[in-house]
């Protein structure tokens, strides 16, 4: 089974590791793979540059085998698109391997303004984690595709879902209700530019480099 996880992490922090962790043991301690985009097609501008953002999570992973970086999004020329990346790497794992992409259910409630929407379930299978205050529209394309292609939650037979998307190799959604740290790399900037300390809600190293760095309106600190 090969997992990933995109996003800006922009800065990575404590939510997004303890979640992609989660993840990977809950489907049986499986690698995870951070896919940092490169240009978000739904965003504006980033705090920090791609090498930047690609440096804090190197940072952020050292250590934990489970985790991982793919910075193919990065090294694209323009927008990163999740479509051509589930479609590049369906190409490198052949045909067989189950492919599954994580999102929270904030970014799950916008997925019918992504590119190629519907193509992209039949890419891979999707894990919807719940983020506390992000409710789908029930009306919506995102709540009718979750009817019709979910294999249940979490709060039933766990394993038994989980086992459904080792079964076939793509299409469908698992939602997934891991422990949610209160944290947003929004927050961090904001905290960072105000001059409070984000210390605690990552790691301490990014930390230490976005100073050395001097980013997000962090005064530079010398001699680290
Ligand atoms: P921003 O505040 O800049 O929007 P963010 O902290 O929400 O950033 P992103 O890089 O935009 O992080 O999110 C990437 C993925 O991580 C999304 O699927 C999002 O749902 C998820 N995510 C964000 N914050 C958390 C968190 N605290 N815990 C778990 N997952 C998170």
Redesign the pocket.
């Known amino acids: 089974m090969h997992v990933i ?6 800065p990575v ?1 404590h ?2 590791l ?2 992609a962790l989660e993840v990977s043991e809950r489907l049986g301690n499986v690698p995870v793979s951070l896919v940092p985009c490169h240009i978000p097609p739904h ?1 504006g501008q980033t705090g920090a540059t791609a090498a930047q953002r690609l440096r804090l999570l190197e940072l952020a992973i050292e250590g934990e085998p489970r985790l991982s970086i793919d910075d193919r999004e990065l090294r694209r020329e323009g927008a990163s698109y999740t479509a051509d990346t589930l479609r590049q790497l369906r190409g490198e794992l052949g045909a067989d391997i189950p492919l599954v992409m ?6 799950f409630a916008g997925f019918d303004k992504w590119k190629e929407w519907q193509k992209i379930s039949g890419l891979a299978h999707i894990i919807v ?1 719940r ?1 506390p205050g992000a409710e789908l529209d029930p009306v919506g394309e995102p709540a009718r595709l979750l009817a019709e292609r979910g294999v249940g939650n979490d709060t039933g037979s766990e394993a038994g879902n989980i086992e459904a998307l080792s079964r076939e190799v793509s299409g469908r959604i698992l939602e997934l209700d891991p422990p ?8 961090i ?1 904001e905290r960072i530019g105000s001059g409070r300390s984000p210390r605690y809600l990552m790691p301490d190293r990014v930390w230490v480099e976005i100073q050395r760095m001097g980013l997000y309106g962090a005064c530079p600190v010398k001699n680290f």
């Open positions: 996880y995109g996003g800006t992490f922009d922090h939510g997004h303890r979640l965003r994580v999102v929270g259910t904030d970014a984690v983020r949610w740290l209160d944290i947003s790399a929004t927050g900037r």
